[in-house]
């Protein structure tokens, strides 16, 4: 299904598996770059493939939500077996994906029962399942001067934490939150982006949102991002602050007034 402004030289979008990979409303970060395409009259095309169909290999940018346990291994069973993006990256396409989508690119991730899955082996890393908490909460990150973003903010919720191999680098420090496990934040290989940022990711960073963009569309012109620079300023105070904890109890309730 195409929908949008397509034509021979516009921007392909490719959301995959919504139905699989839907849980966490990762779904808008699609949405965030048809927009800002559109807003600057970029012409481009949004694809959505339900698991199952198959997976054109011609896009620029593929998308990849967070999900469940159960069918995130499903997910990774059929990309594995179509093959389609593997080649779509090989060609050089930007694939970003969040959370379990950033688990089932790397090496190997856990299932259900905690049982290690194979990956797909796109970006260099490994998601293990620790005795750890389920890291849930806002997630504030200190990206890596190398990117030239500002803070990136969203919410995490993962049982998994994600080891970086030789090959990745990470989007950045954690400041507030949990990440990677280890002080970091998402993995980057190549042009392919994994990260445990929800929100949608790419609604609460537009500065993300353009960088991959420019990866397929090239110089792109500045938008008026004045609202959500409201937004991030109060999302990123409320966070350093500590007023986004999740409330575990009653008596943390009561607490807190
Ligand atoms: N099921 C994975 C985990 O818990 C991913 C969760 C998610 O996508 N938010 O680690």
Partial sequence: MGTGTGGDSAVRLVQLYPDLLGTYGDGGNATVLAKRLAWRGIPHELVTVESGAPIPEQGDL???????????????????????????????????????????????????????????????VQTVRLQRPRAVGELLVQ?????????????????????LGPAARPLGRVEVGEGNGWGEEGAVSGRVVGTYLHGPALARNPALADLLLGWVAGELAPLDDREVEMLREERIRAARQGELQPRRSWKDLIRRG
């Fill in 62 to 124: 593929y998308l990849l939500g967070g999900g469940e346990d159960g069918p995130q291994v499903e997910a990774a069973r059929e990309l594995a077996e179509q093959g389609a993006l593997h080649r779509a990256v090989e060609r050089g396409a930007v694939v970003f994906a969040v959370c379990a989508g950033m688990q089932i690119l790397g090496h190997q991730f856990p299932d259900a029962v905690g049982q290690p899955r194979p990956g797909l082996a796109l970006l260099d």
């Fill in 143 to 163: 990206p890596d001067p190398c990117w030239g973003l500002p803070e990136l903010t969203g919410f995490e919720n993962h049982g998994g934490r994600t080891r």
